[in-house]
Structures are given as C-alpha cells and as structure tokens.
Nanobody, 114 residues
Framework: VQLQASGGGLVQAGGSLRLSCDAS????????MSWYRQAPGKQRELVAD???????NYADFVTGRFIISRDNVRRTVTLQMNTLKIEDTAVYYC?????????WGQGTLVTVSS
C-alpha cells in the first residue's frame, strides 16, 4: 500500500488549500479513506474521512470549512480546506485501514500564518 500526499504549503489565515492523496496497492473503491493531522507537540487526530459509499465524516473543528472527496477512477482522495485558521497548522496525513493495519502517507505540511 502506498499513499502519496501533496498540496501542502504556506497560506494566510482565511485562505484555502487543497490536499490530494494518490493511493496504490489496494482496491481503492472498497475502503474508507481518511485525513489526519498532527500539530507540533500534539497527538495525531482525525480530520475527516469518506467511506466507500461516499459518506463523509468530519471533526467538529473543521465542519463547514473542509470538504473531503474521492475519485475512485483516479484513486485519489482530496481535502479542500477553506477559511484556514492558524490552529490548522499541522502535518496532514492521508490514511487507510487495510487488512487490520493502518497505513499512512508521508505527510504534507500546512502552515497558516497571521
């Protein structure tokens, strides 16, 4: 299983970024795909996930600002992040639970400045 995330960067508060994750090694359309994040000095936390059937789940702190979507043909999951806040600064990880193991991408850094 390989997960390749991209799209992070530096953005001002109130701005937007779009993260993408390309997955390989799994039958992508069958699995729930997730985005997590880890801020400096904090534990990794779930941001959003999307089931094989397209059901979306969001952490309270991003509801109404972030949108997760998936493309089963391209085997890509994206995270559209709007109205970014300084506290959204973190490394964002794409993830999938496959055969009783959670796999992680390499992470992409999102930095939100004032």
């Amino acid at each position: 299983v390989q997960l390749q995330a991209s799209g992070g960067g530096l953005v001002q508060a109130g701005g937007s970024l779009r993260l993408s994750c390309d997955a390989s090694g799994i039958n992508f359309r069958l699995y729930t795909m997730s985005w997590y994040r880890q801020a400096p000095g904090k534990q990794r936390e779930l941001v959003a996930d999307i089931s094989d059937g397209g059901i979306r789940n969001y952490a309270d702190f991003v509801t109404g600002r972030f949108i997760i979507s998936r493309d089963n043909v391209r085997r890509t999951v994206t995270l559209q992040m709007n109205t970014l806040k300084i506290e959204d600064t973190a490394v964002y990880y794409c993830s999938v639970q496959y055969q009783n193991r959670r796999y992680w991408g390499q992470g992409t850094l999102v930095t939100v400045s004032s």
